[in-house]
């Protein structure tokens, strides 16, 4: 027989373990409260939040953009079946495609499920060229999700190996290598599913020399090029989407993360020339286009893409490296700084190569949240608003962590 319920703040990190599948490891403390880019936990102790929700928070913590569009859209309609559309998610997809390449969407809840409907979009595609044409090419170390399909898709085998057998016809191959991408997309291939900068893989960027080589050989073959900006999307990167710096435009891009802010929604943006391979009934989603979700995703996604906002991403993200290599100057612990904007990676030095966990951990214990991206990895992906103030606290909170790691 169940316990008697207890009281939210009778509940401790032990609780986790008892109720929940293990499928996490979350850290000691309990978050209950934030407000921009500061946390507080159970015992009233006030983080510097680097996270982001794992570039989720665009806008922080319960801001009010967010939280009006929330509050007013409660009280009209929460939610309706796929059969009935409803003005919140027609005045979002009208503003994406304002604001993009795009003709056409489709929304869903999550980065996997956008991932999920472009891979099957563009499987449809290639089968109308030719009953062979169902070959997708992806990249080591990439991350696409966690369904059956977006895991194969992905290229880190330890999240797809014990799931066997996996959707068949996916071939991996070496990210920024021109020559192996011109060798392996060919007559077959029906989709190039990239991201402008591996998240999941350790913040690497797509060179323009690659994408310009992917975007050729597509068009040569017939093949769609999906771009997965589910993590650089809406103003991460201090553009509104990665593909906006490249000078190549996909034929798919999907979004997710941060374009509710941290409420859950995705959406798959396309052409009307690959949207209407799609059929009434080929694909869909009970809660995708949510009236709920719709409202918060349009109020973030409106503020997010003012110029003004785009323009202090990039000069945050300035400050945050600059402080960040004075950093390493005195204690040597980082081998490089990578990525754009608000999505960087701090890479381990030789000498703390794998060891990008335990620094984390330090981090916690020091009251700064940040993240890793593989063992190698210092992650750092905070709210796009974030003050000058709490980066210059973060980083102090950093140094004591580090400076904790090396005597070790």
């Not at 934030?34 to 507080?40: D, N, T, Y």
């Not at 191959?173 to 190039?192: G, H, M, P």
Request: net charge negative; charged share 15%.
């Amino acid at each position: 027989m169940n316990q008697s319920l207890s009281s939210p703040s009778q509940f401790n990190r032990q609780n986790f373990d008892e109720w929940f599948i293990p499928l996490y490891a979350p850290a000691d403390f309990i978050l209950v409260r934030g407000e921009g880019s500061r946390v507080w936990d159970q015992q009233s102790r006030e983080y510097v939040d680097f996270a982001g929700g794992i570039a989720v928070n665009a806008l922080g913590h319960s801001h009010p953009v967010a939280v009006n569009a929330l509050i007013d859209q409660a009280h009209k309609l929460w939610h309706l079946s796929n059969g009935i559309s409803n003005e919140p998610v027609l005045a979002l997809a009208q503003c994406l495609i304002q604001h993009t390449f795009a003709e056409k969407v489709f929304f869903c809840n999550s980065g996997a499920e956008a991932n999920e409907a472009a891979l099957k979009l563009a499987r449809k595609v290639g089968l109308s060229q030719a009953a062979n044409k169902n070959k997708i090419i992806a990249f080591h170390n990439a991350f696409h999700g966690r369904t059956l399909f977006t895991v194969s898709a992905g290229g880190q085998p330890k999240y797809s190996q014990d799931f066997a057998p996996l959707p068949p016809n996916i071939e991996h191959i070496a990210f920024n290598d021109v020559a192996a991408a011109l060798a392996a997309i060919d007559a077959e291939t029906c989709a190039v599913i990239v991201e402008p900068i591996q998240g999941e893989g350790g913040i690497i960027a797509a060179t323009p020399e690659f994408l310009q080589a992917l975007r050729a050989r597509c068009d040569a073959t017939g093949a769609v090029l999906i771009f997965d900006e589910v993590q650089t999307g809406v103003g991460r990167t201090g553009h509104l989407y990665a593909y906006m710096s490249t000078g190549i435009t996909p034929d798919i891009l999907t979004t997710a993360k941060a374009l509710g802010g941290g409420f859950p929604i995705g959406a798959m943006l396309t052409t009307d020339q690959f949207s209407q391979h799609f059929k009434v009934g080929d694909h869909g989603t009970t809660y995708g286009g949510n009236p709920l979700a719709s409202a918060v995703a349009l109020a973030v996604f409106n503020y997010v893409r003012q110029p003004s906002v785009l323009a202090a991403v990039q000069q945050r993200s300035r400050l945050l490296i600059e402080q960040i290599q004075l950093l390493n100057q005195k204690y040597a612990v980082f081998a490089e700084i990578r990525g754009q904007g608000l999505l960087l990676g701090c890479v381990m030095a030789e000498a703390y190569a794998g060891q990008a966990k335990q620094l984390q951990q330090l981090a916690g214990e020091e009251a700064l949240l940040a993240l890793i991206a593989g063992p190698n990895v210092l992650r750092f992906t905070p709210a796009l608003t974030i003050t000058e103030q709490d980066i210059l606290e973060g980083v102090l909170r950093l140094e004591r962590a580090i400076q904790r790691f090396i005597q070790q």
